[in-house]
Every structure is written in C-alpha cells, then in structure tokens.
C-alpha cells in the first residue's frame, strides 16, 4: 500500500475585496440567485467568483444542493473576517470621500509673469470648493525637481528645456506659445523703438539667467535664439531673490535683459517686443506622472479654456521656436 504525503494548498497571498463581496451576499441570502441580483451581476458571474475565491483559500466555503445553500465550517470561519475588510474598505472611502482633498501645489515661477496667473485664477473660479495655492520656484528647473521629490503638484515652463531624466518622470501640455521680448534701460540706442529686430542686438551681451541652477532651460533657450546673430548670453549676475533685488542688480549692471512680452514693468527700463522672427517661448503646464487631484482637473481645463479664447496656441507665421521644442510638442513627449 502507497502513501502519499498531505500537502498544504497553497493560499493566495492577494485577495480581491469583490471576491469577499460576493461570498458575503451569498452567506447572508443562502441563495445564489437573490445574491445576484443584490449585487446587479449575473447568476453565473457571481458562481464564478465565489469559486475563485474557494481556489484561492484552498477551501469549500458553501454546500451547494439543488435546494439549498449552506455555509461550511471553513465559511463559517471567514465570515466574521471577511465582514471586517469589507467593513475597513467602506471606512475607507467614506474618508476620502469626506475629507477635503489637500491643496494643489501650483509653482508660477515668478509673482509677476501672467500666463500661470491667469490659468490659476481660472482654475480656481472653476472648482472653487478646492485649495489651489500659488508657489514660486523661479525656473522650471528648479521646479521639476520639486515635482518629482512630491513637493510642488504643477509647475508652468519650457519642458524641452528640462534634462532628459527629469523629463521622463514628468508630463506635460502646451500652454502657449508666448511671444518674447527684451528689456532695455531707459537711454539704450534701441529704447526708442517700437519692437526690436532680433538681429539689432548683434554686439550685445543679453541677461538670460546664465548661472541660475533654477533656470537652465531659459538660458538654452536664449543661446540657441542668439546663435550665428553675433548676441552673446551675459555673464552671470549676483542671485537676486525677488522683484526689488532683481530690479536693483539689473539696474546697476545695465544689461539688456531676455524677458517675454508679459514681463513685469520695472523702474527706468522699457519693455520692446522682439520681432523678424517673432520668438516664442513653448510654455507648458508640468506635473509629476501619475498626478490625480481635482483641483488639477481645473487647472487643465482652465489653460484649454483661455488658450482657445485668447489665441495662445496660434503660432505666428512669422514665430521661431528650437527645432527640438517642436520636434517635442508634436511627439508629445
């Protein structure tokens, strides 16, 4: 006479809370056909996930006959647990359902630029029961690496501009296509023009943030308009943090500096369009993969809204932007 070992089934280590549902509903009906249609699902689908869930615990929970239906020792025992993570699982929800969600970290750059102000304000007139806060990180750089360490949700900028590596943990969707500019003092020999020709700045040096850890994409957006035009990217400046230091440092160096057309007024300066080409500045809305807030839904919809409405995705025929920003936007990546 053989002897064979007993072995010990093997327990899933994963069970799916609708596989409990289902085995709860038939204990509680002791009748498969009313559990159905307490739970809208079809008789046999119900069978089926009742038998699954009997494979993977390695154990017979109901005696079927054909009239009626009794629960066994084995689901007399998990009957008690399997109220408890059904009742854990609606605890659950019931809080996330009640509690405000925690507010949208929105990072504008800087107080003064206009495009992430307006969609914010949007934003929040859309889906005003959510918190949208403002931040202000200087530069898409610096702000990308917020995003992924969790710490900003949002950021507006050049995504192209950004390191591959940051990229690949970010999304992003064009915001505009915002025209740029140059900012002169007051007695500068091209201040009294009405726009400025790219090409009339051969010979200067113009300030781009060269220096600036937190913007580097704006700086390699300068230096690939510049290029072959005889314009040199500034030396960098001292780090100025916020609008009065800014203005202060810029003032007393007197350089030329690469802004765009929303660009905050600042003291004995004047603001000139750039133009013959018309260069753009690709502004996204960025955010870590994977991002889900309402309030960010908002935010979406408000820079669709006021792009279309103001023509900010329209490039003009006469607009420049790096070959790569394109080659970016059209693979979306």
């Known amino acids: 006479m053989s002897w064979t070992p007993r072995t010990t089934p093997r327990i899933s280590t994963h069970l799916d809370p609708r596989l409990l549902l289902a085995f709860v509903t038939v204990a509680e009906e002791l009748h498969f056909t009313r559990a159905a249609a307490r739970l809208y699902v079809a008789q046999q689908a119900l069978s089926r996930d009742v038998r699954r869930l009997e494979r993977e615990l390695g154990a017979e929970l109901f005696v079927r006959t054909t009239r009626q239906v009794t629960l066994t020792a084995d689901g007399e025992r998990l009957l008690p647990y399997a ?8 605890e659950l929800l019931a809080a996330f359902r009640e509690v405000q969600p925690r507010p949208l970290l929105v990072d504008l750059n800087s107080p003064g630029l206009l495009t992430g102000r307006r969609v914010l304000h949007r934003a929040r007139e859309l ?14 750089a610096g702000a ?7 710490r900003l949700d949002v950021s507006f900028g050049r995504f192209a501009g950004l390191e591959p590596g940051l990229r690949a943990g970010l999304d992003h969707q064009l915001v505009r296509y915002e025209p740029m500019a140059v900012v002169l003092p ?6 009294a023009l009405a726009e400025v020709p790219v090409d009339a700045l051969a010979g200067e040096a113009v300030y781009a943030g060269a220096g600036n850890p937190r913007t580097p994409e704006w700086t390699d957006l300068a230096r690939r308009l510049f290029e072959g035009r005889d314009i040199e990217v500034a030396a960098p400046a001292p780090m100025a943090v916020g609008e ?59 820079a669709v809204e006021i792009g279309t409405a103001d023509g900010w995705l329209r490039r003009p025929v006469n607009g420049w932007i790096p070959a790569i920003d394109v080659d970016m936007l059209k693979r979306g990546k």
């Not at 889906?127 to 898409?140: D, F, N």
């Not at 990308?144 to 969790?150: F, Y």
């Open 83 to 90: 109220r408890r993570v059904l009742g854990a699982q609606d």
């Open 144 to 150: 990308a690496r917020e995003l992924m360490a969790g």
């Open 127 to 140: 889906a005003p029961e959510q918190e949208l806060m403002a931040r202000y990180e200087s530069g898409l």
């Open 244 to 302: 009065e230091e800014f203005e202060r440092v810029m003032a007393k160096t007197g350089t030329p500096i690469l802004a765009v057309v929303d660009f905050p007024a600042m003291a004995r300066t004047v603001l000139r369009p750039l133009v013959d080409p018309v260069p753009l500045s690709a502004v996204s809305l960025v955010w870590r993969k994977g991002l889900v807030h309402p309030g960010f839904d908002a935010l979406r919809r408000a």
């Open 186 to 191: 007051e007695g500068h020999r091209l201040a």
